[in-house]
């Protein structure tokens, strides 16, 4: 690391700017002392085994969405090593006093050295959003309840009942199942047994008649856990879900910086109050399922082990203990959310699946990273069935024009520096003669790009609505950021552009055992264009392309759906 002798600011923030000269250092802070915070987290877990207010709380999520404590760790880290270096700071700005008082704390000396440090608190508007939002939320439950009741008829499950559990949302069509496709068509059991739970996302209260109205309609049979709640489960979550972490909380070191303060404040910060809220739904689910002697054949659910997942894990664990429960990680291999991938601290707390199903065998050992007795299989990889079935045979070299497929990531800043870094890039492009592709990540608002994408001045330029999977059909080469599509495009033979962010949340998601020929990082339009122009005159090899498919994406057919829904319980 070279500075120069004084630095202006130190921002910490969770939203803040750190200093570009700082970006790969925290990164590598950030990939390099995963299994020291989960220990740490494990460590502060222990004697919380059947507190269910603890395990959907914030301090133990390790979810950096819902918890600020990773980043905190990370950034009292990155301090350590600039102080060692003695690096003139100025001043620090953090989110809150707590860290601030951590920080002071683990580092006494930055007084005397006059560097200040500054808790930019909320303003007064977001604190009183911060204190109303559990109240809108609850409220919001009831009227989802109340419709739910009105628009949608109780179902009487039988013996063979198959419940699967995924998300539904308003820019994806009832029918077209983003989650598991062709699990019902390559199944040999009668599918009349199998009930879709829908977890709904990206709905306003409005659209919920509609929607209830569709799958009445629909091909898929539905089962919407509202109908067998009760209104008195809501206000039970709601209390829950407000309540504050009252078991103490061991003190726990991590290199050295005492962080139980910070977990008891994570804990009672509510930062994720819908996924609380939600997680305690879906325990009390499973609790009116089991009242109304439900027997149930299997639960399948998406899994993220999330707090809504944690919640839905630990109802059937309590309620339906004997019950093959498949936590279907559907997704390619992300090594660097820690959250993913389960602890042996979070099996004994009851609140994970009984089995982890992954969609390649490279993925098996990989997903046992803190947990070694964790019952991991490998399993159809539903949502990447095109890789086999729609790119099989390829002639690009005999087109006129040269193929480029943008697909933006789901975080908006990296999205817009993308689109940025595509406007600076466009007289190369025209100059090279390229057609660009653009697709927007699906849980995206579209209204968010459209006007800066039309804005480019590209020759050839379009926004597609197809799939990921006819598009890179299509495509010489991807450009993209952080996304389980690149791994996509290169297991078909479609050469990766990966744009590096400036953020310093950016992480490569590339499996480090992926031959680098196969894909280039780049930072600005120049590296861009050496990166196009070296691809257009140089031969690729891709021999061995079925044999990454292999490893990384299992095939959907119909032995691997059998094996799939015939997995047996493990044995505790």
Excluded at 1 to 15: Q, Y
């Amino acid at each position: 690391m070279v500075w120069k002798n004084c630095m202006k600011n130190l921002d910490f923030r969770v939203k803040g700017e750190l200093d570009s000269s700082l970006v790969v250092q925290y990164r590598d802070i950030y990939i390099n002392i995963r299994k020291e915070y989960v220990d740490c987290i494990n460590r502060a877990s222990n004697g919380q085994a059947k507190n269910l207010v603890w395990w959907f709380g914030g301090g133990s999520s390790r979810d950096d969405g819902t918890s600020n404590i990773y980043h905190y760790m990370v950034c009292a880290l990155l301090l350590r090593e600039i102080l060692n270096k003695d690096c003139r700071i100025n001043t620090i700005l953090v989110d809150d006093t707590v860290f601030k008082k951590v920080l002071l704390e683990t580092f006494p000396d930055l007084l005397d050295h006059n560097i200040k440090i500054i808790a930019c608190e909320r303003a007064t508007y977001q604190v009183l959003v911060k204190l109303f939002r559990p109240v809108y939320i609850f409220l919001r439950g009831l009227l989802e309840f109340s419709m739910a009741k009105i628009y949608v008829n109780k179902i009487k499950l039988s013996r063979k009942t198959t419940i699967i559990s995924t998300y539904v949302q308003p820019t994806v069509d009832i029918d077209d199942d983003r989650y598991f496709p062709g699990l019902l068509e390559n199944t040999t059991e009668n599918v009349s047994y199998f009930y879709f739970v829908p977890r709904f996302h990206g709905y306003n209260i409005f659209e919920y008649k509609k929607v209830y109205q569709a799958m009445h309609k629909s091909k898929k049979k539905w089962l919407v856990k509202e109908k067998y709640l009760k209104i008195s489960d809501y206000f039970f979550a709601f209390f829950c879900s407000l309540k504050v972490t009252k078991n103490k909380i061991p003190k726990v070191e991590f290199f050295g910086i005492s962080i139980d303060r910070l977990l008891k404040y994570e804990s009672n910060q509510h930062r994720d109050f819908r996924s609380t809220f939600n997680a305690w739904l879906n325990f009390r689910f499973f609790m009116r399922l089991s009242q109304d002697g439900i027997v149930i054949k299997r639960i399948i659910s998406w899994h993220e082990n999330n707090l809504v997942d944690k919640g839905w894990n630990a109802g059937i664990n309590k309620f339906f203990p004997d019950v093959l429960n498949i936590g279907y990680q559907g997704f390619a291999r992300q090594p660097y959310i820690n959250y993913l991938y389960s602890t042996h601290i979070e099996r004994r707390a009851g609140i994970i699946p009984n089995i982890v199903a992954v969609i390649g065998d490279k993925d098996i050992e990989e997903r046992r990273e803190f947990d070694r007795g964790l019952s991991v299989v490998s399993s159809p990889a539903f949502r990447f069935q095109h890789i086999w079935r729609d790119c099989q045979s390829k002639n690009k070299k005999d087109r006129d024009a040269y193929h480029i497929l943008i697909a933006l990531p789901e975080r908006k800043d990296v999205a817009n520096e993308m689109i940025s870094m595509l406007n600076l890039a466009t007289p190369i492009l025209n100059k090279i003669g390229v057609k660009c592709v653009i697709k927007i990540h699906p849980d995206s608002n579209n209204d968010t790009y459209m006007r800066k994408i039309y804005k480019i001045k590209l020759q050839e330029i379009e926004l597609s609505d197809k799939s990921i999977g006819k598009l890179l059909c299509n495509a010489d080469l991807l450009i993209s950021a952080a996304s389980s599509v690149c791994l996509e495009a290169i297991v078909t033979g479609v050469y990766v552009a990966l744009y590096e962010s400036g953020s310093y949340a950016f992480l490569n998601l590339i499996p480090p055992e992926i031959d680098s020929c196969h894909w280039k990082g780049f930072h600005d339009a120049s590296e861009l264009e050496g990166i196009i122009k070296h691809h257009i005159s140089n031969k690729i090899s891709y021999d061995n392309l079925n044999n990454l498919k292999e490893q990384y994406f299992i095939q959907v057919n119909q032995d691997t759906v059998a094996t799939f829904l015939n997995n047996s319980v493990p044995h505790s």
